[in-house]
């Protein structure tokens, strides 16, 4: 969200036990409908592979998010 009051277009990537936590963030800054793009957890453990499958479930969130701002 920092990166959004610089000007670059941002959104949140998070697990899913993180996501009320996601929620909480954005309205106390003000944005309650900010974008957020959700994972499943945990990451810390995966694989580089397991990673990039990851990130390729991310993708069309995040892209979804940046076009609906």
Known sequence: METEL?????????????????????RMRGDPDYGLAVIEHPIVTLTDAE???????????????LVDR
Request: net charge positive.
């Open 51 to 65: 990673l990039s499958e990851r990130a390729a479930t991310a993708a069309p969130q995040v892209i979804a998010c």
């Open 6 to 26: 610089l000007g670059i277009p941002s959104t949140v990537l998070t697990t899913r036990p993180f996501i009320s936590q996601a929620h909480a963030m954005s």
